[in-house]
């Protein structure tokens, strides 16, 4: 069974920085790309950031572009989401999710439990 | 980019077909056949239904199906249960690496 664990999560200053981690079991790795998708309250889903499975490529939202870091250790199963200059429309629930096809990194077949990243002075 | 656009809500009586529809550009859905649909129940993380417009990942029920016509993708749901309440949002990607989502279809069984 797949299962994805968000850890870092929490209150942080606009200008601040925070960093998610992302640890993953029940499947290969390095196999599969990875990605976050957050959710501000109330609102719907937003595409943050992927990583392919070998690390090689990283895409991301042009919303975050330049303020967000998306690395992965495939020898301990993690993949993180360094994000700095937070703003306070970065607050939502962050969830890692794994791509479903090897390949590439379009749909998300698995997700973990969400994460809350609360930006506020 | 623009995320595609859904309509904020769809209801039906049990048994009943809905569709939700969504609709992109020729940049995104009219080009790729790369849309997806999620299920998100409140509180809850979503749930992949449909990927590659119309293919099932195992284990979702084949009363979900999937269709697109040039720029709009449609997500039917035939066969409407109580246990269908809840937000369904598509998804595709664009010419420039980046994935956008609709903004979600509240589904209600009345």
């Known amino acids: 069974e797949v299962q994805l664990l968000e850890s870092g999560g929490g209150l942080v200053q606009p200008g601040g920085s925070l960093r998610l981690s992302c640890t993953a079991s029940g499947f290969t790795f390095k196999n599969y790309g990875m990605t976050w998708v957050r959710q501000a309250p109330g609102k719907g889903l937003e595409w943050v950031s992927s990583?392919?499975?070998?690390?090689?490529?990283?895409y991301y939202a042009d919303s975050v572009k330049g303020r967000f870091t998306i690395s992965r250790d495939n020898s301990k199963n993690m993949m993180s989401l360094e994000m700095n200059s937070l703003r306070v429309e970065d607050t939502a629930v962050y969830y890692c999710?794994?791509?479903?096809?090897?390949?590439?990194?379009?749909?998300?077949?698995?997700w973990g439990q969400g994460m809350l990243v609360t930006v506020t002075s | 980019q623009s995320a595609l656009t859904q309509p904020a809500s769809v209801s039906g009586s049990p048994g009943q077909s809905i569709t939700i529809s969504c609709t992109g550009t020729?940049?995104?859905?009219?080009?790729?056949?790369?849309v997806s649909w999620y299920q998100q129940h409140p509180g809850k993380a979503p749930k992949l239904l449909i990927y590659q417009v119309s293919k099932w990942p195992s284990g979702v029920s084949n009363r979900f199906s999937g269709s697109k016509s040039g720029n709009t993708a449609s997500l039917t749901i035939s066969g409407l249960q109580a246990e269908d309440e809840g937000y369904y949002y598509c998804?595709?990607?664009?010419?420039?690496?980046?994935?956008?989502f609709g903004g979600g279809t509240k589904v209600t069984v009345l």
């Open positions: 999710a794994k791509v479903h096809n090897s390949g590439g990194y379009y749909e998300y077949d698995s």
């Open positions: 990583i392919r499975g070998d690390g090689s490529y990283a």
């Open positions: 998804c595709s990607a664009d010419s420039g690496t980046q994935i956008l």
């Open positions: 020729s940049s995104d859905i009219g080009t790729y056949n790369l």
